[in-house]
């Protein structure tokens, strides 16, 4: 249990990540690797599944989501731990995969992303023949 | 950018978001309620409790996340158990009009203020 006692006018800042002059913040994710397939699943509070773009190019995952602001301008907010905004994340695959294959999901602010490897980096089982 | 097979730098990003209470909270008013936000993705209603008394508010509950069968973790950053937060407001909390609602993976609380607790504007009579 962790208490918090809430003052006025008083705010614990977050520490989002700075690029291009706009604030993102970075997803948490599992990535758990299968003999077949990758499945990426990440926290995406506040995202609905028309704000998720997903691309992939030259062994580079790029996800990013917008996340709707969710209080209006002018909030007289009495304290913050964390901030809303645009999601990004990068994962470089040294894996080939099949982009076509790639299916995305997004529940209840949870991303799942199956990502299939490419033929030629399945993980094939060697029949040993006995003589 | 995250190599799947590890990055120690990628790791310390990360685990920045969580370096403080989870789940984390925002709150503001409007005058006559006080509204707590939680970020809680994977998490159901059912997962989660709201309990108010005098002028605290205790969000807890579980959020669990399955392991997938047949594999190997790379990467587990999304945090997982049990957590409880407690926020001492300012006012007294009117317990029996709370509103608790989830969506995408954000709950968010009304608390409105008890009556003596709500803002008045006193009558100034001319003398």
Redesign the interface.
């Known amino acids: 249990?962790?208490?918090?006692?809430?003052?006025?006018n008083q705010s614990?800042s977050?520490?989002p990540?700075r690029m291009e002059q706009q604030t993102y913040y970075?997803p948490?994710?599992?990535?758990?690797?299968?003999?077949d397939s990758?499945?990426f699943?990440a926290?995406?509070?506040?995202?609905?599944p028309e704000d998720v773009d997903i691309r992939y190019e030259n062994g580079?995952m790029t996800l990013s989501a917008q996340a709707q602001p969710?209080?209006s301008p002018g909030?007289?907010?009495?304290?913050?731990?964390?901030g809303v905004g645009p999601f990004y994340?990068?994962?470089?695959?040294?894996?080939p995969i099949d982009p076509n294959g790639i299916n995305a999901e997004l529940k209840?602010?949870?991303l799942t992303l199956s990502v299939p490897k490419a033929e030629s980096a399945k993980t094939h089982k060697i029949p040993i023949k006995s003589t | 950018?995250?190599?799947?097979?590890g990055n120690a730098l990628e790791d310390l990003?990360?685990a920045?978001?969580?370096g403080?209470?989870f789940p984390?909270?925002?709150?503001?008013?409007?005058g006559d309620n006080?509204f707590v936000?939680a970020?809680?993705?994977?998490?159901?209603m059912d997962d989660i409790e709201v309990d108010v008394m005098g002028n605290q508010v205790?969000i807890?509950g579980e959020r669990n996340?399955p392991d997938?069968p047949?594999?190997?973790?790379?990467?587990?950053?999304?945090?997982q158990g049990k957590f409880?937060?407690?926020?001492?407001?300012?006012w007294d909390i009117d317990a029996d009009k709370v509103e608790a609602m989830?969506q995408?993976?954000?709950l968010?609380t009304k608390l409105p203020k008890s009556e003596a607790a709500k803002p008045r504007k006193v009558p100034v009579k001319a003398a």
Do not use: C, H
């Open positions: 249990m962790s208490d918090t006692a809430i003052q006025k614990a977050t520490t990540e970075t948490l994710v599992d990535i758990l690797e299968k003999d990758f499945v699943k926290d995406l509070p506040g995202v609905r580079v969710r209080q909030t007289n907010y009495i304290w913050r731990e964390y994340r990068q994962f470089i695959l040294s894996v209840n602010g949870e | 950018m995250t190599d799947v097979f990003l990360a920045r978001a969580f403080a209470a984390g909270v925002n709150v503001w008013e409007d006080a936000e970020e809680l993705p994977g998490v159901t205790v807890k996340i997938e047949g594999g190997v973790y790379r990467r587990r950053e999304r945090p409880s937060r407690r926020l001492t407001m300012p989830l995408l993976g954000v968010t």
